[in-house]
Antibody, heavy 117, light 112 residues
């Protein structure tokens, strides 16, 4: 079974950073780009960026450049998203999603990041 | 950027009824070279992540019940649920993937 297992909820202080993980299983990790998607409370979906696990190449939504950094560890089939200088606007659920090079066919369960002092 | 507009924002129906919801794009998502519409639909149940229902505007993902049908072309698309079940309670999102990625605002389906 193809699965994306995400790390648990995070409560972080304003100005801090956080690293969210997404462990892939059930398929060849390097064959599919991994996207990250933000869903603010009760709102729609925004793509943050994606990473090609094969070569580590990345592309970011202009809105999230400087905010998010995507990396992978091929040895553990895990993708990571680092978010820095967190504010209340970054409080959201963050999903990883497998990219078929078109639509997103498998999604992680989501990681809730809460920014609060 | 291609903008996606969904309507209605919410609707309530009784089990067994037929439901249609709309998604309109600000530019055509039909790619002329292959005549494919770069449009997907997702279902997000309460407390869950989005689940792929439909891609290429009308191709049902494996395992998706045939009561879900996607249709449309160019800028106007529809998701139809032929006979709504209680488990269809969810928010439905459209997604264009022709030019980068944008999602609609969602249609919330409630069961009376």
């Amino acid at each position: 079974e193809i699965q994306l297992q995400q790390s648990g909820p995070e409560l972080v202080k304003p100005g801090a950073s956080v690293k969210v993980s997404c462990k892939a299983s059930g398929y060849s990790f390097t064959d599919y780009n991994m996207y990250w998607v933000k869903q603010s409370h009760g709102k729609s979906l925004e793509w943050i960026g994606y990473i090609d696990p094969y070569n580590g190449g990345t592309s970011y939504n202009q809105k999230f450049k400087g905010k998010a950094t995507l990396t992978v560890d091929k040895s553990s089939s895990t993708a990571f998203m680092h978010l820095n200088s967190l504010t209340s606007e970054d409080s959201a659920v963050y999903y990883c999603a497998r990219d078929t090079k078109r639509y997103f066919d498998v999604w992680g369960a989501g990681t809730t990041v809460t920014v609060s002092s | 950027n291609i903008m996606m507009t969904q309507s209605p924002s919410s609707l309530a129906v009784s089990a067994g009824e037929k439901v249609t919801m709309s998604c309109k794009s600000s530019q055509s998502v039909l790619y002329s070279s292959n005549q494919k519409n770069y449009l997907a639909w997702y279902q997000q149940k309460p407390g869950q992540s989005p689940k792929l229902l439909i891609y290429w505007a009308s191709t049902r993902e494996s395992g998706v019940p045939d009561r879900f049908t996607g249709s449309g072309s160019g800028t106007d698309f529809t998701l139809t649920i032929s006979s709504v079940q209680a488990e269809d309670l969810a928010v439905y999102y459209c997604h264009q993937y022709l030019s980068s990625h944008t999602f609609g605002g969602g249609t919330k389906l409630e069961i009376k």
